[in-house]
């Protein structure tokens, strides 16, 4: 009997895009876009991902991902930790071959995610609305296999994501820092200019598919 059956996800969408942004910008990419979230952040671009979607059992999702013939995966939101069964998704993946990374807020712990995951934390800046609910913990589970990312809408943000960077030694402890911008309320060339005049050791990133696609669904 296979071991998967009867083991199902609620998924929004699963698609092949370019990643967009983090570590394998560029990269062609196939997205498994769970739905659901137990955040709001106040500049979110998924709101389509919070209700809704598709109930599939895991073989269904993962035949669905191998049509695409392509090396790299994301797991991504809504919250995918929000989803118990997304853990299982994400092991299966790798023990299929794929490259697979995990984009979370880091709400949700992560300690039990795939080591062999990237997993992308999306730790919530004031403005977001939502830092309060950053998980604090998770940063001790981090390696350098892993990447933190701070989306920064206001110089507020900005002094804020600096100082959790010393607080707890992300530079050192994360395999990539990533600072970018809120898309259309920050102007990307002003958090370029602070980051270099600071000599932050972070780097910046705009998302590519934002670029490309003006933010489509499934691209």
């Known amino acids: ?27 062609p990419t196939v997205f498994v876009r769970l739905t659901g979230c137990p955040l709001r952040c106040v500049w979110c671009d998924t709101e389509y991902a919070f209700s809704g979607g598709e109930i599939l059992e895991l073989p269904q999702v993962l035949e669905r991902v191998a049509a695409y013939g392509c090396d790299h995966v994301c797991v991504t939101g809504g919250e995918p930790l929000a989803q118990p069964e997304c853990l299982e998704l994400l092991s299966e993946l790798c023990d299929q071959g794929y490259k697979v990374s995990l984009e979370t807020s880091g709400a949700l712990p992560i300690a039990d995610v795939d080591p062999r995951v990237s997993r992308v934390m999306d730790l919530k800046a004031p403005d977001s609305g939502e830092s309060h609910r950053n998980l604090w913990d998770n940063l001790a589970q981090l390696t350098q296999h892993d990447q933190v990312k701070f989306v920064i809408s206001s110089r507020t943000d900005y002094d804020w994501a600096r100082f ?22 920050l102007p990307p060339a002003t958090l370029a200019q602070w980051l270099l005049e600071d000599r932050v050791p972070a780097r910046f990133q705009i998302q590519l598919h934002k670029l490309l696609w003006n933010d489509a669904p499934g691209r």
């Open 164 to 185: 959790k960077l010393d607080e707890f030694s992300l530079p050192g402890r994360v395999g990539e820092v990533l600072f970018s911008p809120t898309h259309g309320q």
């Open 1 to 27: 009997m296979d071991r998967h059956v009867g083991k199902e996800l609620r998924i929004t969408e699963i698609f092949h895009s370019l990643q967009g942004e983090a570590r394998t910008v560029g990269v």
